[in-house]
């Protein structure tokens, strides 16, 4: 908690920028996208975190997941777009292959690091560290440019013969909150974000086209802005109707400063956009 806390500090007033996730059906082939900026470190911490909740991850385990991430992606961060230049960064998190976790960073930017650039106190110790707490550590280029930080763990699971987790609300419930408080929210306009993120996670798979579930999460600079789909024709109506309470109504729509369906690419299936501001 205190290594987040400094980190945040540290980020300051910098914009996260839009937020890309793919969520499957279950954990496997899970990703995020995102801006390589030292905002979106955090993000990622919250990304993978969620990650671990579903596998069932101990805590040593989490822990080693989150340092490792951090610091992969705190290297494309310092170095894949150099002279001020930006451009993204990708995080997949994959448990396809056997027992084990595969974590892969990825940028488009200059490429593997040089033998130089190792020897420098901050890359070399980072990516010590994510060799200490993975089981393989690979970089490898990316076809027309870029780098990927490829890392296996041998997951422990606290619970192993329980059922994983879909992936939709630790995710969510994580990086929308996060979010929604680098864009300076109240702890009651928080709670309301945290509420909308859980309503998401469990109504929108019921109406997505091909069990992917993708959400976009703008940093619009007090509001968070949030594209959900691609839903069903109907989709999105059906999913504000399915998060009706008794006598409360549809949640979305009573905590949301702005709720509409985006049928512009109807061919690509339907969109639910969610608007959420700071207030007071």
Same mark, same amino acid.
């Given at each position: 908690m205190e290594e987040e806390n400094r980190s945040a500090d540290a980020e300051g007033d910098e914009p996260v920028g839009t937020v890309e996730l793919d969520l499957g059906a279950h954990e496997a082939g899970s990703s995020i996208r995102l801006p390589a900026r030292v905002a979106g470190v955090a993000v990622v911490r919250q990304f993978v975190t969620g990650m671990g909740n579903v596998l069932h991850l101990d805590e040593y385990a989490c822990e080693d997941l989150k340092l490792a991430a951090t610091e992969a992606c705190t290297n494309a961060v310092l170095h894949a777009y150099p002279n001020g230049n930006s451009g993204p960064m990708e995080v997949n998190v994959d448990t396809a292959e056997g027992e084990e976790l595969v974590v892969v960073v990825r940028d488009h930017g200059r490429g593997p690091p040089s033998v130089d650039v190792l020897d420098d106190d901050h890359?070399?110790?980072? $990516?010590?560290?994510? #060799?200490? @707490?993975?089981?393989?550590?690979? $970089? #490898?280029?990316?076809?027309?440019?870029?780098? =990927? @930080?490829?890392?296996?763990?041998?997951?422990?699971?606290?619970?192993? =013969? =329980?059922? $994983?987790?879909?992936?939709?609300?630790? @995710?969510?419930?994580?990086?929308?909150?996060?979010?929604?408080?680098?864009?300076?929210?109240?702890?009651?306009? $928080?709670?309301?974000? @945290?509420?909308?993120? =859980?309503?998401l996670a469990a109504h929108t798979p019921a109406h997505a086209t091909n069990g992917v579930v993708r959400v976009a999460i703008e940093d619009e600079g007090g509001a968070v802005l949030m594209r959900v789909g691609p839903l069903v024709g109907g989709g999105a109506a059906a999913l504000l109707e399915s998060s009706r309470l008794p006598a409360y109504g549809p949640v979305l729509e009573h905590l949301a400063d702005g709720v509409e369906a985006d049928t512009s690419q109807a061919d690509q299936g339907e969109y639910l956009v969610v608007r959420l501001a700071r207030r007071g």
């Open positions: 890359d070399g110790y980072g $990516l010590s560290l994510i #060799e200490a @707490v993975s089981d393989d550590l690979r $970089l #490898e280029p990316v076809e027309g440019g870029g780098t =990927e @930080v490829r890392m296996r763990f041998r997951h422990a699971r606290e619970t192993p =013969e =329980e059922p $994983l987790d879909a992936v939709h609300s630790p @995710v969510l419930r994580r990086v929308i909150a996060l979010m929604a408080a680098h864009a300076g929210f109240s702890m009651d306009r $928080l709670s309301d974000a @945290v509420l909308v993120a =859980e309503t």
